[in-house]
Nanobody, 121 residues
């Protein structure tokens, strides 16, 4: 499955962004899809994940209550709605897909190219 992440940009603290992960080649609903983020010099960090088969979502503690992950079968996309953004949320955000949902980036083989989110104070 090929993934394309989009929706990043510059936003002020307290603002919102909606990231999208569009898939081609395979039906995304067959996969677990995760969002991760990374800043220079640090390891890729789990943000949220969703699996349609059997349902279920996972969130990192920092994302709970602010971020929402959802899937759209018709568009074959997974979105990450991010509200109440903080400067510490500044990072490159990646989406990834694998047969099983996981919070570990090492479990994912299929990655999108990343989209930069910058939150100004």
């Amino acid at each position: 499955v090929q993934l394309q992440a989009s929706g990043g940009g510059l936003v002020q603290a307290g603002g919102s962004l909606r990231l999208s992960c569009a898939a081609s080649g395979r039906t995304l609903s067959r996969y677990g899809v995760g969002w991760f983020r990374q800043v220079p010099g640090k390891e890729r960090e789990f943000v949220a994940a969703i699996s349609w088969n059997g349902g279920g979502t996972d969130y990192a503690n920092f994302a709970k209550g602010r971020f929402t992950i959802s899937g759209d079968n018709a568009k074959n996309t997974v979105s990450l709605q991010m509200n109440s953004l903080r400067p510490v949320d500044t990072a490159v955000y990646y989406c990834a897909a694998e047969l099983l949902r996981s919070s570990s980036f090492r479990e994912y083989k299929n990655w999108g190219q990343g989209t930069l989110v910058t939150v100004s104070s």
